[in-house]
């Protein structure tokens, strides 16, 4: 049984280039959320996503960033014309159901590295 | 508005010491929900404990023992007999507002036990 799968783990992106980070939540989880630790800080919320649709990006840049959960595949963020600040460890979590404190499982991370 | 402050930002200890990292939170609403995770360096996030607000009850788990006061908003953990293997950074988090599933994590504790 599977846990949350990120890919890539490490993205090495140059300045002004496009980062794609792919996740797969749990078999039979629909419920996918993204996060962001910068270098030496907590996680911080980015955006919360159901099939086919965002729920809560309240959490994400207005610029530059995006993030889908197709019907099938993956839920893709995307960041566009990457900046150095942009470098930092992007978890995704899944969970089964929508409750206040349903547990989270969350992926290993990918860590973005902009050159 | 959620608020999660560890105040340790990183804590040594001597191998078997006990140790205790502090958590205080800060919430409006009267059904939420805390955690702990454990970042070790491999950088993946390892779920601990997940613990609702009408449960005070202390939790004990091998040498890990939280304390949960709601008086002082607090979600205190403590590791008896500390080994190197508990070195991490270990985060706590709380759920979001009624009605929202993110996570509001602390900016985390770095414990480094040395043998």
């Known amino acids: 049984n599977a846990g949350v799968m990120q890919n890539p783990r490490h993205l090495v992106r140059r300045r002004g280039q496009e980062a794609r980070l792919r996740c797969s939540p749990m078999k039979g989880h629909s419920h996918v959320y993204w996060y962001r630790q910068l270098p030496e800080e907590g996680l911080k919320f980015m955006v919360y996503?159901?099939?086919?649709?965002?729920?809560?990006e309240s959490g994400m840049p207005k610029e530059r960033f995006s993030a889908e959960f197709p019907k099938e595949g993956p839920s893709i963020l995307r960041i566009q014309q990457v900046v150095r600040g942009d470098s930092a460890a992007y978890f995704c979590a899944s969970s089964l159901v929508l409750a206040v404190g349903d547990e989270q499982f969350f992926g290993p991370g990918t860590r973005l590295t902009v050159l | 508005a959620q608020k999660v402050t560890q105040a340790q930002t990183e804590i040594s200890v001597v191998e078997k010491e006990d140790v205790t990292l502090d958590c205080v939170y800060e919430t409006r609403d009267t059904t939420y929900y805390l955690f702990w995770y454990k970042q070790p360096p491999s950088g993946e996030l390892v779920f601990l404990i997940r613990?609702?607000?009408?449960?005070?009850q202390n939790e004990i788990s091998g040498r890990y023992s939280w304390n949960f006061q709601k008086s002082t908003s607090s979600f205190n953990f403590t590791i008896t007999a500390s080994q190197v293997v508990d070195s991490a950074v270990y985060f706590c988090a709380l759920s979001g507002p009624t009605g929202a599933n993110n996570l509001f994590f602390g900016t985390g504790t770095r414990l480094t036990v040395i043998p």
């Open positions: 996503l159901q099939k086919e649709n965002i729920i809560d």
């Open positions: 613990r609702n607000s009408f449960d005070e």
